[in-house]
């Protein structure tokens, strides 16, 4: 049963565009989601989050939103750069001491 | 402040052999999580360690375990490997107070079962 779902296994924009990646998840319990980064021979690292109380925050390029009704998140980066190719993880997690479930992943392709 | 370290990067096993693999977190983290990362599969969640004791266990079989130490040092261990055991095991560690999610994570034991 998976918690965490993104359905776009890869997405390509070009340099400039705005990239939306998807994420759903099925668990109501949810407090947190986080969007995490990786290249490749790279460990995944940290991109934005945001709280189940909030509905978008907002970091530079990058921006989160969460539409708790339909338990549905995306990431918005605008202007996309070929920089931000590698993929983009969605996860989340519920109350203190749980752990954190992550997406099978969305591979993004910026062309210049 | 030095990262997450994890060791060996690299290692090649023979299916019904077991393999061991280490992480050192981020000095004053006392969570580690662990996760398997196979293409298509994304990152699955095998387990999580606070405070010496397991906290969280993923759906993984019995073939998969860990601990972890004093000094917050954790080990998985797999044994009687399988070819479907071949992944990146990642390592991941945290302060926990906050109970954000944000996970520090290494860059991986890459296994492979011949």
């Known amino acids: 049963d998976q918690q965490v779902k993104q359905n776009s296994p890869s997405l390509s924009v070009q340099e400039g565009r705005i990239s939306i990646l998807n994420c759903d998840y099925t668990n109501s319990m949810f407090d947190y989601f986080l969007w995490y980064k990786k290249y490749p021979a790279e460990g995944p690292t940290f991109l934005i989050s945001i709280s189940s109380i909030k509905d978008k925050n907002e970091d530079g390029r990058f ?3 969460l539409n708790k009704s ?6 918005h980066i605008v202007p996309s750069q070929p920089g931000d190719s590698a993929v983009y993880f ?4 519920g109350q203190a001491g749980t ?4 997406g099978k992943g969305t591979t993004l392709s910026v062309s210049s | ?7 060996p990067r690299y290692l090649i096993k023979t299916r019904g052999q077991q393999v061991t693999l280490s992480c050192s977190p981020i000095s004053g983290h006392r969570s580690v999580s662990w996760y398997q990362q ?3 599969q994304g990152l699955q969640f095998l387990f999580e360690y606070f405070s010496e004791t397991q906290r969280n266990k993923g759906n993984f079989p019995g073939r998969f375990s860990g601990r972890q130490f004093s000094n917050s040092r954790s080990e998985m261990n797999v044994s009687t490997l399988e070819l479907g055991d071949s992944a990146l095991y990642l ?3 945290s302060l926990d107070s906050a109970n954000t999610g944000e996970l520090f994570f290494g860059e991986g034991s890459r296994l492979t079962v011949l």
């Not at chain 1, 752990?99 to 992550?102: D, R």
């Not at chain 2, 402040?1 to 060791?7: E, Y």
């Open chain 1, 99 to 102: 752990a954190l479930i992550f």
């Open chain 2, 1 to 7: 402040k030095a990262g997450v370290t994890q060791t």
């Open chain 2, 91 to 93: 390592c991941a560690s």
């Open chain 2, 38 to 40: 196979t293409p298509g």
């Open chain 1, 63 to 65: 921006t989160v939103f």
């Open chain 1, 90 to 93: 969605c996860a989340a997690k």
């Open chain 1, 70 to 75: 339909a338990k549905h998140l995306s990431l």
